[in-house]
């Protein structure tokens, strides 16, 4: 190619405002995010949000595409580009199937604590490479560093060559790591945990930032299903001096410590100002503890979600200044969305919901059916085993092979009201041809090497949780898989795109859009609307 094609392109390209390449990226997770926020709340934002929702290109039919809409997984999927099935992190916490032993996504016994905080995870169980770890390689004096309030979406984000993989501690009221990533903390770490974040910031009150109105519409602040925020279901909440680090997690101001610490991580490790890519991964987490406690629909989460708007602005107008408009790109999507409470759908939106409570509506019938197949069987030893597999020898002694004993399990499962379809290992473990519902989502959810020998698919609107408050998430209904996703970048043509795409594409998109290659066999593909 002649200098003058080469020059000639070069001006094309960035007079699109294309950053090429970009000189940092910045790939935000919401943890808990439903995609529909954006369309409910979009008229109220004025920050961060509206910056993206308005002038970037917003993908409106994104889904997980995979059952396991948890956060681990989540952030795993974001990090790799590929489901669980690939990355290996099919859930929060999993039994290893040889051991039955309890086991957490990231824990890693051989991470210590780095100056006596932190310490015991690692990405050691995620067993595909990130997008990080693809920049690294093929830049390696880029940069990559995340930070989270929660060690798990930090840690997945990041894959397994971050620099650094930062989450919030309460006791120390700052941000830690392990020595899988470094000896000590940097610094500018050090410091910032000095100074006390929470006691100076946060507020004496958690009070609402919009007028009342605003808020009515959306129905009462104080829903009897709403778990309390310490003794309230409804503004304002109290926080104790002296004691605001641990309660900060659980309202906006634990977003905030988080967006603070990722400005100062900009500015100390200069991301974004030296002659390569950076990447910074930021997954704010408070969406997650509200949404459990409160619910999607409550006032706590549209205040909350109003604060994120103006954090997200105010790292964003900080990123203009100090790295250069054009010289970064944002991606935004979540680990996964929620359940509405059931309670709500009934009375607000007439939908059939219910909340089954595990200890009283799930376990005396999950332990019944264990008894009765135990009586059937002749066996003294259990024959479902916690909650995860099935004992196929005491089938075998008893004359049962193992579709046989499978065809029992089923019937008493779906004999218990919450379940509606219960998914085998034999059937997980191929790409057979299948009729059953959700089963590709299932499937996409299943590494076998750490799978249970059968997964079970709970009742459309309904949670099993353990006491009368709050909600979950964790099916593959599009309540719980239908999350944002959206790029931006300095004078990107705007658009909505409506096809379906998936949160595994986002990886992929940023490494071609950022000109480094990623590795072949990803579940997620560049999208063309952000790389063309
Ligand atoms: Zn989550």
């Not at 006390?196 to 959306?218: F, H, M, R």
Request: charged share 20%.
């Amino acid at each position: 190619m002649n200098k003058i094609l080469v020059v000639i392109l070069f001006i094309s390209l960035t007079a699109f405002g294309k950053p090429t390449p970009p000189k940092l990226i910045v790939f935000i997770s919401i943890d808990q995010m439903r995609a529909d926020y954006f369309e409910r709340y979009d008229k109220y934002f004025t920050g961060g949000f509206h910056r993206l929702y308005s002038k970037g290109i917003v993908y409106s039919n994104a889904d997980l595409n995979y059952a396991a809409s948890e956060t681990g997984p989540g952030h795993a999927t974001l990090g790799t580009g590929c489901y669980p099935w690939k990355s290996g992190i099919l859930s929060n916490d999993w039994v290893e199937r040889t051991t039955l032993n309890e086991m957490y996504c990231v824990k890693d016994s051989s991470a210590h604590q780095v100056d006596s905080v932190g310490g015991g995870f690692s990405p050691r169980n995620l067993v595909a490479t990130a997008v990080g770890d693809w920049l690294k390689q093929q830049s390696p004096n880029s940069k990559v560093i995340t930070a989270s309030t929660k060690d798990r979406a930090a840690i997945l984000m990041g894959g397994k060559h971050a620099d650094y993989a930062f989450w919030y501690n309460k006791s120390v009221g700052g941000m830690v790591t392990s020595d899988y990533y470094t000896k000590t903390l940097p610094q500018w770490v050090k410091a910032f945990n000095a100074s006390n974040w929470s006691e100076k910031n946060a507020p004496e009150q958690w009070v609402k930032i919009l007028p009342e109105s605003d808020y009515a519409k959306l129905g009462p602040d104080e829903f009897s299903a709403e778990s309390k925020w310490k003794n309230s279901t409804a503004f304002p909440h109290n926080f104790t001096t002296g004691k605001k680090a641990e309660e900060i997690v659980g309202s906006p101001y634990g977003d905030k410590i988080i967006v603070d610490f990722a400005m100062k991580a900009v500015q100390e490790e200069n991301l974004g100002k030296r002659n390569v890519t950076d990447l910074l991964c930021i997954s704010l987490s408070n969406c997650d503890y509200v949404g459990h406690g409160q619910g999607p629909d409550s006032h706590e989460m549209f205040d909350l979600l109003i604060n994120i708007d103006r954090y997200l602005g105010e790292l964003f107008e900080y990123l203009d200044t100090n790295v250069g408009k054009d010289n970064y790109v944002v991606a935004l999507s979540a680990d996964h969305a929620v359940c509405p409470l059931p309670e709500f759908n009934v009375e607000f939106r007439n939908i059939t919901a219910k909340r089954y409570i595990y200890s009283t509506n799930i376990k005396p019938k999950t332990d019944g059916l264990n008894s009765i197949l135990k009586k059937e069987l002749n066996s003294i030893d259990d024959i479902l085993i916690k909650n995860s597999f099935i004992n196929y020898s005491a089938g075998i002694q008893a004359g049962l092979d193992s579709l046989q004993l499978e065809q029992k399990v089923k019937a008493g499962l779906l004999s218990i009201d919450a379940f509606v379809d219960v998914y085998f290992r034999r059937e997980l473990m191929t790409r057979e041809k299948s009729d059953k519902l959700f089963i590709e989502k299932y499937r996409n959810s299943y590494y076998s090497p750490r799978g249970k020998d059968f997964l079970y698919r709970i009742r459309e609107n309904c949670i099993i949780s353990s006491n009368a408050y709050g909600t979950t998430h964790g099916s593959p209904y599009s309540y719980d898989t239908h999350v944002p996703l959206i790029f931006w970048w300095n004078n990107v043509a705007s658009h909505k795109i409506s096809r379906e795409v998936h949160s595994a594409d986002a990886a992929p998109t940023l490494a071609k859009f950022a000109g480094f290659s990623f590795p072949n066999n990803l579940d997620g593909v560049p999208l063309k609307e952000v790389v063309q």
